[in-house]
């Protein structure tokens, strides 16, 4: 009888725990079957054809039914944008359209990425003269022509990007492409689990953290405090005429994919399980990596994960 009160009890608090960890998740695109509704929905698809963008088992990852894979080919250009693309844009959730400014507090995104053996990097765009590689993205507001004021990259290695801050002064392609503390290499033909933290502010109140599975763990191989984390441009939002459309003009919003330099000679393939966006830590890693061996390492860390 008291085992059966112990097993009770236990069940209790771990389904307390779960729902708790559900409430904090404000979207996941993950695929887990018909057990397990997702979280809201990708709005658009920037992609040259269908076929850019699908659904996959191999590779699979384990918990879900399925996994998303990006295809990108020379010439793949959309809407007339500089570089060539296959990515998600935009999310949407029951309650409507869901974009980042200063309100979104701070937030956890978590992702898995795999990329296959015989990966080229993309080549020097003719035109912008640099070349670039972008799997995760915060866009700036519509109608900025700005770099992305967040974005996770990868082009030889993985890096991340920070440009926050007010771009009337800073110009459209200021910012920062930093190198990750553990160096960054891709490791091949397996899945790779990150957890990035944005806290949200125009000013020098941001901050930006990112940890990545190394030995079962979650560890932190990214810290940035005390800078912008959204972009913004007082002479654009000088000439919105409500309170409301000022707030529309500053409203950023996710992309997941590949965004590459224009490349005539490279195909892009890689894989990701989809987005996860929670206010917490654990319930970021949990909502992305599951309930099985690979969400184990989120309990041992040692970081502090507050900005």
Do not use: C
Request: net charge positive.
């Amino acid at each position: 009888m008291k085992n059966m009160k112990r097993l009770a009890t236990i069940f209790a608090v771990l389904t307390a725990t779960a729902m708790a960890a559900a409430q904090e998740v404000t979207f996941s695109s993950i695929p887990r079957g018909k057990s397990t509704i997702q979280t809201g929905q990708w709005m658009g698809r920037d992609a040259w054809a269908p076929d850019r963008i699908t659904n996959v088992t191999n590779p699979g990852y384990p918990g879900t039914s399925s996994v998303y894979r990006f295809v990108v080919k020379p010439g793949d250009k959309v809407g007339g944008w500089s570089g060539e693309r296959a990515e998600f844009s935009g999310i949407r959730t029951a309650k409507g359209v869901l974009s980042e400014n200063e309100g979104s507090g701070t937030q956890y995104y978590a992702f898995s990425v795999y990329i296959p053996a015989g990966w080229k990097a993309p080549e020097v765009d003719p035109s912008a003269k640099v070349a670039w590689g972008t799997f995760l993205q915060l866009h700036g507001p519509l109608g900025f022509l700005n770099s992305p004021p967040v974005s996770m990259d990868l082009i030889h290695h993985y890096t991340i990007s920070v440009r926050g801050g007010d771009a009337d002064v800073l110009g459209n392609w200021h910012g920062t492409i930093y190198e990750l503390n553990d160096g960054g290499a891709i490791r091949f033909d397996q899945w790779e689990d990150f957890v990035l933290m944005i806290k949200f502010a125009r000013d020098g109140k941001g901050a930006v953290r990112l940890w990545r599975r190394t030995d079962s763990v979650l560890t932190n191989v990214f810290e940035l405090v005390g800078v912008p984390t959204l972009v913004f441009k007082p002479s654009v939002e000088a000439k919105a005429p409500s309170a409301r459309q000022r707030t529309l003009a500053g409203a950023h919003y996710w992309k997941q994919g590949f965004y590459r330099s224009t490349s005539s000679n490279v195909i892009t393939t890689l894989y990701q399980t989809g987005l996860v966006r929670a206010s917490t830590f654990d319930a970021a890693a949990v909502a992305a990596f599951g309930n099985h061996e690979r969400a184990r390492g989120y309990e041992g860390r040692s970081e502090k994960t507050s900005p």
